[in-house]
C-alpha cells in the first residue's frame, strides 16, 4: 500500500470511530442502567442472535464451559431477560431464551444507535447517501469474502 492509500485508509478508520462513538452517545443512558456483567450481556446477546438455544450451545457460541453458560443463563433468568423451556423436539434438554424483558432491553440497546444513524442519514443529500451506500455495498463484498 503506497503512503497515499495508508492515509486515506487510516483516514477512513478513523472516521468510522467516530461515527461509532458518535452512535454510542445514543444508548449509552440504556447502558449506564444495566447491573449486568460483561458476560451476561454477552449471554444477552447470543440468545437475541441466536434465539432459543440449548445451554451447550450457547456455552460454544461463547467459547466457555458448559456449567459456566448455565450460570450465566441463570443470572440472566433471575433478572427475569431470560426464561428456561423443554425443547419442543427433545424433552430431555433445556433451551434458553430471551424473555418479553430480555427482547425489549436488546431492541433498546440496538435501536438507539438506528435511530440516530436513520436522522444523519436523512441530513446528507441523494447523492452523498448514494455515494455512501456504493462504498458500503462493496466494503461488504469485500468482508463477505474475507470471511472464506
Not at 449471554?43 to 451447550?56: D, K, R
Request: proline letters at 4%.
Amino acid at each position: 500500500m503506497h503512503d497515499h492509500d495508508q492515509e486515506m485508509a487510516q483516514t477512513i478508520i478513523e472516521t468510522f470511530q467516530a461515527i461509532f462513538r458518535g452512535l454510542q452517545t445514543a444508548t449509552a443512558p440504556v447502558w449506564v442502567e444495566l447491573e449486568l456483567s460483561m458476560a451476561q450481556l454477552k449471554t444477552l446477546f447470543v440468545l437475541s442472535n441466536t434465539g432459543p438455544a440449548p445451554i451447550g450451545q450457547v456455552a460454544e457460541n461463547l467459547g466457555i464451559s458448559l456449567p459456566t453458560a448455565s450460570h450465566l443463563v441463570e443470572r440472566l433468568v433471575q433478572a427475569r431477560l431470560a426464561e428456561r423451556t423443554e425443547d419442543p423436539l427433545d424433552r430431555r434438554r433445556t433451551l434458553a431464551r430471551l424473555s418479553p424483558q430480555g427482547v425489549e432491553l436488546s431492541e433498546r440497546l440496538r435501536q438507539g444507535s438506528c435511530d440516530r444513524l436513520r436522522d444523519w442519514l436523512a441530513r446528507l443529500d441523494d447523492e452523498d447517501r448514494a455515494a455512501l451506500l456504493h462504498g458500503l455495498r462493496a466494503l461488504h463484498q469485500v468482508a463477505k469474502l474475507a470471511e472464506r
